[in-house]
């Protein structure tokens, strides 16, 4: 069983530039989340994604966009990236649709804003 | 804003002491996941709890979900340097919100 990939593992981008991030699912795995984690703190949910429809968005501004396709993977697109976008991104796949589902992530991707 | 309070932030002790880790809030949650994070990667989720009162255990760890539903515990007995990394809890309303993470409890076990 393959299990949840993202790319790229570390990013630098300047503020005001667009970055897109992407997610693999786990086999089987037909719903994923995106998270966003500062340093020393817990994930922050910002959407998911369920059969290609975005299934509920955290308090995250509209800068922040999603989309899943066909074979379940997905992206995570930031434009007018600020300094404070600096963080882990984290994918997690699951299962339904449900937010009661364990979910299974990716080893995240480092986005470094200066 | 349902929330997630995890106590204590921080736990620096020595292999073989015991230790417990708290997660509280003021909402019911339908569920409670602990995860375990390392440096350098994603959570990992380490167990389940979805009624109240319920305690499961995983070798040498011991979870406890509160009998309202709102709070839980994580036990770790005999603690060893392996133990080491972010304890996160998080939590699923019945209303269908999102899984909402706590800011999580850093462990480091010393041999």
């Known amino acids: 069983e393959t299990g949840v990939t993202q790319s790229p593992t570390h990013l630098i981008k300047t503020r005001g530039q667009q970055v897109t991030l992407r997610c693999s699912s786990q086999?089987?795995?037909?719903?994923v989340s995106w998270y966003q984690q500062a340093l020393g703190q817990g994930p922050q949910f910002i959407f998911q994604?369920?059969?290609?429809?975005?299934?509920g968005r955290g308090n995250f501004p509209p800068r922040f966009s999603g989309l899943q396709f066909p074979n379940y993977s997905s992206e995570l697109n930031v434009n007018a990236l600020e300094l404070d976008d600096s963080a882990l991104y984290l994918c997690a796949s699951s299962l339904g649709g449900s937010y009661n589902s364990p979910l299974h992530f990716g080893n995240g991707t480092r986005l470094t804003v200066t | 804003t349902q929330l997630l309070e995890q106590s204590p932030q921080f736990l620096s002790i020595q292999e073989g002491e015991n230790l417990t880790v708290y997660c509280n809030s003021s909402?019911?949650?339908?569920?409670l996941q602990w995860y375990r994070q390392e440096p350098g990667e994603g959570p990992v989720l380490l167990v389940t709890v979805v009624t109240g009162g319920e305690v499961k255990k995983l070798k040498r760890l011991t979870f406890q979900f509160g009998d309202a539903r709102k709070d839980s515990s994580l036990h770790i007995t005999a603690a060893q340097p392996g133990d080491t990394g972010l304890y996160l809890c998080a939590g699923a309303h019945q209303a269908g919100t999102a899984l909402i993470f706590g800011k999580g409890t850093t462990l480091s076990v010393s041999s």
């Open positions: 994604y369920y059969r290609e429809e975005e299934n």
């Open positions: 086999s089987g795995h037909n719903t």
């Open positions: 909402s019911v949650f339908s569920s």
